[in-house]
């Protein structure tokens, strides 16, 4: 059951997936959280992971980076078992984080968290990149970023994970909480980066995930319960009224 | 979480006596003047001697207070460095009271728990505006605020680093004297017995049960439509006023004051008997009281004797400084058996021993689990 | 006046020394969220490591100047090197546990200063220090010593120091970051575990600096040098404001002249004072002077 290898568009893609998920099972606390989540990310492709608020979506990222490591199970980026690996060395291997709630460093300006986030050896010309993408963030480099409006600080956040050269991007709910006109600007950005990098995308706006979602998956009650092209997903309204319910936004 | 641990108590053997549990070690420790017994070793002389009986009752007098001080602690979840100041509060007050206002018994007690009550309302309502370790901290400061205030000596009243001595004249005849040891032995146990009666009654009343949910979750209880805040500061007052019921005791079986009662060293060292003993019960505390005392004493005079003597400086030092090897203890203990002797009794078969002794047994680790 | 000088000096002087002290508890707590009761003893061991540096260099009652010289290497290396151990060897295994983490410090702080006692034995010994550090300068007509002036040089030095690496360095960037959200720090590929023993190390360091200037501004040492002016650190980060340098500095001015003035009153009046102003500010600014809200 894999993304990958579920829809026609997919099958286009030749070689190793950059991520692969085995039957990952995670707890928190208590709670049997995921439960055997099995899912792949093609290289150069967006992947999204649907699914109602609870799913386990957002464990299933933190699983992939470290933050809530999988009981049991295997993660493999780039063919390398992750499963075990503390956060910051994931990361290094070129992962792009963008978390649910952006989480930028609000006592820290513009300009330090993008430094903070690049790392040792990061090419420089990166930040131009970043500033040309989103020129508000140039403007506001020496701003505090805890006084910035949510759509700013959602662009600090991609900021963030663009400011290296990464394998794969994990986004989580990019669209939480922003305007409708905000979320439109988010949406064109990571549509002009989408090719030139690998996204697994965690989106409960259906629109933001059509326009730029390839594959998806979907998750109900921690596990993955369908797989395919994102197109197919969003044009069948009986699964979504299955999986996604009230949580799906359009 | 209960209904398992009843099964396991009608399964075990000891399960059918566990009543008579604490019964049977409470006519041994009622028993202990009438016990000419000769444990070498461990006691020097008979049991029943003056010194041993000492020994013990100051181990009762301390239990009482590390047992105030883990209401506070293992079942609310709270931690004060300021224990000290109520404890010392009733070592010091009755002193001066009796001392230098020459007051009678009575009225000194008196006087004695109502400003023990008043004082912890005042540092709880003060302190319990700050959370977490800024909440350890204040009472700290506030402790030592009253450590140097004995230390210091306003106007001749405390003695200073001298301490002060208790007058004989206004106490009872049976109190005074090497003679009467085995009335203030009795004395102290009956008040370790009624302040662990109260305690058990405490901790099973819906206050009670509030205090457990603040440590577990003191959001939690806010969402229920509680204030946290008051139910933190009830457990504060009656722990501190139970510190001072200790101090008192403390007080008689010494015949005197000392600053060291009042130290911030004081606190840490009931800290390590609830450590020592496991904040998840009532008993450990006390029999971790016990322990600490006995050992503390012990110590010095294992380190006296010629074996010892014969170590090299680098062994037998650290034995004559218990302070250093209970520093060691703390560590071990906090990494490899945070639930104390309580917790090592609950986790085997010792289990329904530590429910008969009246214990909250939980499953999981009883840790405090304050905001810190 | 020259009385007015000479308790204003002092006064700064012990708040230098409190500062060295809540500097390091306020950076640890500030990124770890430790509340550290080894900090005491690490600054006792700062003080025992100076003394017998000095007396290694040069015997007798009068320091040299090569020995204090080379203590301000050896007292802030040996407080680095303990904290250093304490954080790697006990302190990591318990960051699920944030309560028994403060448990675990206040029995290093019981057995560390202990130690000390079984070593040199518990009385109190006299530091000897440089004649010229010893010595007094006339300053408006006061007579005040030369530590003073030396400690309250040391803590502008430090102060401006740890402003700097707070700003301009990438451990001072991971520190800001890490005290507002640990897991996002470690999110963007940094390793906080490093950080975490960096920085409990610099605090460490910290106060062994503050062990070596606060055994001169006695002028004499002993085991529990370090618990008692740990409590007086507590209130100066207290009052500060927890995790702000700069707000630690401010209280610690205030608390060190409060101290002295008071004391000059009456002996106790100083310490009194000092605990009516931090129940004043728990009253009105819980947070502390310059604490962010939390």
Known sequence: ?250 | ?372 | MSTFILIALTGLALAAMYFLLAAGLSLIFGLMDVLNFAHGAFFTWGAYAAWWTIGQVSPGARGSTGGFLLALLVAPLVGAALAAAVEVGLLRRLYARPIYQVLVTLGVGLALSQLTSVIWRPDARPFPQPAWLAATSTVLGARVPNNRFLLIGAAVVVLAGMLLFLRKTRYGLVVRAGAENREMVQALGIDVDRAFTVVFALGGALAGLGGLFGAAYFGAIDPHLGSVNLIFAFIVVVIGGLGSIGGSALAAVIIGLAQQFGNYYTTWAGDFVVVLLLAVVLLVRPRGLLGAKH
Not at chain 1, 9 to 22: D, F, K, M, N, Q
Not at chain 1, 151 to 172: C, K, S, T, W, Y
Not at chain 2, 254 to 264: E, I, Q
Not at chain 2, 345 to 356: E, V
Request: aromatic content about 6%.
């Open chain 1, 1 to 250: 059951m894999t993304a990958t290898a579920a829809g026609p568009s997919a099958s286009a893609v030749a070689g190793e997936p950059i991520l692969r998920l085995t039957d990952v099972h995670t707890f928190i606390g208590e709670s049997h959280i995921l439960q055997g989540v099995s899912f792949t990310v093609a290289p150069g492709r967006v992947t999204v992971l649907l699914g109602r608020n609870g799913a386990g979506k957002t464990t299933t990222l933190r699983s992939i980076l470290g933050l809530a490591p999988a009981a049991r199970g295997a993660i493999a980026l780039d063919g390398r078992d992750i499963t075990r690996e503390r956060p910051h060395r994931i990361i290094r291997r070129g992962v792009g984080y963008v978390p649910e709630d952006r989480d930028v460093f609000g006592g820290l300006t513009v300009a330090e968290n993008l430094r903070l986030a690049q790392r040792p050896g990061a090419p420089r010309e990166r930040l131009a990149l970043v500033h040309d993408l989103f020129p508000d963030l140039a403007r506001r480099a020496a701003q505090r970023a805890g006084s910035l409006s949510g759509g700013q600080q959602q662009m600090v956040a991609i900021a963030r994970a663009l400011i290296n050269e990464n394998r794969l991007l994990v986004i989580d709910e990019p669209s939480k909480g922003l305007a409708p006109v905000v979320v439109t600007q988010v949406t064109e950005a990571l549509a002009a980066i989408k090719g030139t990098t690998t996204i697994l995308l965690v989106e409960q706006n259906l629109a933001m995930a059509r326009a730029l979602g390839d594959d998806a998956a979907i998750i109900d009650d921690g596990r993955v319960v369908h797989t395919g092209p994102m197109a197919a997903i969003a044009a069948d309204e009986a699964l979504q009224a299955r999986y996604l319910g009230a949580g799906a936004r359009n």
């Open chain 2, 1 to 372: 979480m209960r209904g398992e641990h009843e099964l396991m108590g009608v399964h075990e053997g000891l399960g059918r006596y566990r009543a008579l549990i604490p019964v049977a070690v409470l006519v041994a420790l009622l028993a202990v003047p009438a016990l000419p017994l000769r444990l070498p070793g461990l006691f020097d002389g008979p049991l029943n001697s003056p010194g041993n009986l000492q020994l013990l009752a100051v181990g009762f007098a301390l239990g009482i207070a590390a047992l105030s001080y883990n209401l506070l602690f293992g079942y609310t979840g709270v931690l004060s460095f300021g224990h000290a100041l109520f404890f010392g509060a009733g070592v010091y007050l009755p002193t001066i009271a009796l001392r230098k206002w020459r007051w009678d018994l009575g009225p000194a007690l008196a006087f004695t728990l109502l400003a023990g009550v008043l004082l912890a309302l005042a540092v709880g309502a003060l302190a319990l505006r700050t959370k977490g370790v800024y909440f350890a901290m204040v009472t700290l400061a506030f402790a030592q605020a009253g450590a140097v205030l004995v230390g210091k000596d306003p106007g001749g009243l405390t003695g200073g680093e001298e301490g002060l001595s208790l007058p004989t004249r206004p106490l009872p005849r049976w109190m005074v004297g090497v003679v009467n040891t085995d009335n203030l032995y009795w004395l102290t146990l009956a008040v370790l017995i009624a302040v662990y009666l109260l305690a058990l009654r405490l901790i099973t009343s819906p206050a009670g049960h509030v205090w457990q949910g603040i440590r577990e979750n003191e959001g939690r209880v806010e969402l229920l439509g509680l204030r946290p805040y008051l139910f933190k500061l009830l457990a504060f007052v009656i722990s501190g006023a139970l510190a001072t019921v200790a101090g008192i005791v403390y007080l008689f079986l010494l015949s005197g004051a000392n600053p060291r009662a009042v130290s911030a060293d004081f606190t840490v060292t009931l800290l390590l008997m609830v450590i020592i003993g496991g904040s998840g019960s009532l008993w450990g505390p006390v029999a971790g009281a016990l322990l600490y005392h006995y050992l503390n004493v012990r110590l010095t005079v294992w380190a006296g004797t010629p074996a010892v003597a014969g170590l090299p400086a680098i062994l037998g030092q650290p034995l004559r400084d218990p302070l250093f090897i209970f520093g060691i203890v703390f560590i071990l203990l906090v990494l490899f058996f945070p639930r104390g002797l309580a917790g090592a009794f609950a986790g085997r078969r010792l289990r329904p021993l530590a429910r008969a002794l009246g214990g909250t047994v939980p499953a999981r680790e009883p840790r405090p689990r304050g905001e810190i």
